[in-house]
């Protein structure tokens, strides 16, 4: 068997996605990327993805599919997640991120239909986004025809080009009219940041619900919150000893 850590990986990731309720039955995917590529030399990067339709309870690290950034089959006895070809979208235009996971979590999903970004409300958000959780366009008739899960991954990379949004900075996007997809240095990462960009949504429902006096938390309030996480001069969490 290729790859049995990142597989182990990516199965806790996906066990992770039921776990934390970000999907029901089958919904959802996770995946990870090994950028060394099997002969180490980075030409040929493998992907390790949830099988389509399998219930979480019941994979195995043999289970999952390994392929490479343009989807051949490397290793994998069972079809690859339907959403494959926005994974590997992701990879190829954000190489800064190793893994990706895709829900339909409750609050994230509601704000995606509604076509809206989420604001920075407060600083929970700021402690994680650098700015409000973007939304995409919808997809055209045109890009649904002719290839509805590799534009899916175009229509949110050209969001984040237009836009000049750094995925490192921004770990997540909500589909308009689908759901979130989110991101991180690993497959854990990506699910803390799917987890985190579920109870923002949560957060800025009820916060809207309430009808706020304004549009959002101050800027320089946010701009400081982000910063002392994950900036050059953070001051959160503790300091590696040398």
Not at 34 to 55: C, F, N, Q, T, W
Request: glycine share 8%.
């Amino acid at each position: 068997m290729l790859l049995p850590e990142l597989r182990e990986e990516v199965l806790h990731a996906n066990q992770e996605i039921a776990r934390l309720g970000l999907a029901v039955h089958t919904f959802g995917n996770a995946s990870g990327i090994y950028r060394a590529g099997l002969d180490g030399s980075g030409r040929e990067p493998v992907v390790a993805i949830k099988p389509s339709g399998v219930a979480y309870a019941a994979l195995t690290p043999e289970d999952l599919v390994l392929t490479t950034l343009h989807g051949i089959i490397v290793e994998g006895k069972l079809n690859p997640s339907s959403d494959l070809e926005t994974h590997l979208l992701l990879y190829r235009e954000f190489p800064q991120i190793g893994g990706v996971v895709h829900t339909h979590s409750e609050f994230a999903t509601a704000w995606a239909q509604a076509a809206r970004p989420i604001p920075c409300l407060g600083t929970t958000h700021a402690d994680y986004f650098h700015g409000p959780v973007p939304v995409t366009e919808p997809l055209s008739a045109a890009e649904v025809e002719a290839a509805y899960v590799l534009n899916t991954g175009a229509v949110i990379a050209r969001l984040f080009r237009e836009q000049k949004l750094d995925p490192v900075a921004v770990p997540g996007v909500l589909v308009a009219g689908h759901a979130p997809f989110a991101w991180g240095k690993n497959a854990a990462a990506a699910v803390e940041h799917a987890d985190l960009l579920e109870y923002i949504a949560r957060l800025a429902w009820r916060t809207v619900a309430i009808d706020p006096p304004t549009d959002g938390l101050a800027h320089y309030v946010a701009e400081h919150h982000y910063q002392r996480k994950h900036g050059p001069k953070a001051t959160y969490g503790q300091k590696s000893k040398s």
